[in-house]
């Protein structure tokens, strides 16, 4: 693991945001004992939804992927809202959805977005476990969305 996960992403060019509201009745992250739940996080930068729409059709693969970076870089502000980036012992499980069009069937390389964010920042403890899931619609009809478990200290 990076020994500091800020200065890594600052490496990648990039700095965590303000951790996004919950845009109905939950927490953006939960800490249960040594591990902390992130909420589904959306593609959200400065209370704008990025995209909207579906992979395959309105939305690029690519552009997808780079969108399920932000909701990595979103559920990264959520864990150091709560405990601190720093208290990150390992990334456990990432569940990314994709709303996919009709056909599509990239959803892994869409989420690797998410997960080689995850890899740069923490390194090997940024090795996870995943699932990438093509769904038929998301909230606000965002194209991807990304919920995490992390371990910490």
Do not use: W
Not at 125 to 133: D, E, I, L, N, P
Not at 140 to 145: C, H, I, K, Q, S
């Amino acid at each position: 693991m990076s020994a500091d996960p800020r200065a890594a992403l600052a490496d990648l060019g990039l700095e965590l945001p303000e951790v996004v509201p919950p845009v109905a009745s939950y927490l953006p992250a939960v800490r249960s004992g040594q591990h902390v739940y992130v909420s589904g996080q959306l593609p959200v930068a400065d209370g704008t939804l990025l995209a909207t729409g579906k992979v395959g059709d309105a939305v690029s693969a690519e552009q997808a992927r780079d969108l399920a970076q932000r909701c990595a870089l979103n559920a990264l502000a959520a864990v150091d809202s709560l405990v601190g980036l720093a208290s990150v012992v390992r990334v456990v499980k990432l569940t990314g959805f994709v709303a996919s069009a009709p056909g599509f069937t990239g959803q892994p390389g869409v989420i690797n977005g998410a997960s080689d964010l995850f890899g740069a920042v923490f390194g090997e403890a940024g090795r996870h476990a995943r699932s990438a899931v093509g769904v038929a619609e998301l909230p606000l009809d965002a194209p991807v969305e990304v919920e995490v478990v992390f371990e910490v200290a």
